[in-house]
């Protein structure tokens, strides 16, 4: 990803990410990633697509396993280099994912996979993650599903975290929607009420479909692809951001 698709989000306010999105707000889908990369057997080497500040990637170290991480996003990447190290959290594209080593597990969480532009840029990065699997490695992706979104914009919700003025300092207001059956939007207004910092922005992920996904997969080889509500591994039904699971074949 070129630095004018990165997001004020990711970028110009990267390095303010865990603020509003704390450590602990995703520990479930951590356990989970975690939990399913250990079934799979092997060293325990996983690669985060999209590591941003590396909370993963620093919690499958503590759990034994080997993480490794991308990400495009600089000012994110410092935070993870922090946590696990320069080796293991690398500044590569996922469009530009290229590495010397096999994975026993690929995993990509919070919608990162679905600011691919197109269905091929798509195809292209999942190609390049199934050449990074060892036979038999798995594949654990988070996506956003649009035909389970509103169809319209609804009321913000709101977070508020601590910040460097107190409690409730930090505010981020969000909200998505589809625009179609592949198109999520996501509007997000940032702000540090402390600072004055401030700003909104909407993004617009293309590729926002769990069966477009799942086609690809099957399209590119892997075996035994399922998808998932959630963590907990209830049936695909209603959720907007489902899990897909694949393997590798032997």
């Known amino acids: ?13 990267g390095d303010r990410y865990d603020m509003h999105t704390p450590p602990h707000h995703y520990a479930h889908d951590h356990s989970f990633v975690i939990e399913w990369a250990r079934s799979l057997g092997g060293q325990g080497r996983i690669l985060d697509l999209g590591c941003g500040t590396g909370i993963l990637l620093e919690k499958a170290l503590a759990a034994g ?14 935070l993870a280099q922090a946590r ?33 532009q197109d269905v091929a840029e798509l195809r292209d990065v999942l190609r390049r993650c199934h050449g990074l699997l060892r036979p038999g490695g798995g594949l654990i992706l988070q996506v956003a599903h649009a035909p389970n979104a509103p169809t319209q914009k ?16 930090i505010v981020l207001s969000y909200c998505f929607w589809s625009e179609g059956p592949e198109t999520m939007i996501a509007d997000y207004k940032f702000e540090c009420i402390s600072t004055g910092e401030q700003f909104e922005e909407r993004h617009e992920l293309r590729v926002a479909n769990v069966g ?39």
């Open 154 to 169: 609804q009321t913000l919700n709101i977070d508020r975290e601590p910040g460097p003025g107190g409690a409730d300092d």
């Open 84 to 116: 696990v190290g320069n080796e293991r959290a690398r500044l590569i594209p996922m469009q530009e994912l290229e590495l010397n080593q096999l994975f026993d597990c690929v995993a990509s969480l919070s919608w990162s996979l679905n600011y691919s």
């Open 1 to 13: 990803m070129s630095d004018d698709r990165i997001y004020k989000l990711y970028g110009e306010f």
């Open 65 to 78: 396993l080997e993480p490794v991480g991308i990400d495009s996003a600089p000012r994110m990447l410092e």
């Open 212 to 250: 477009v996904v799942t086609s690809v997969l099957s399209e590119l080889g892997f075996i035994d692809i399922a998808i998932t509500d959630s963590w907990r591994g209830d049936p695909f039904s209603s959720s907007i951001s489902p899990f897909v699971v694949g393997r590798r074949s032997y």
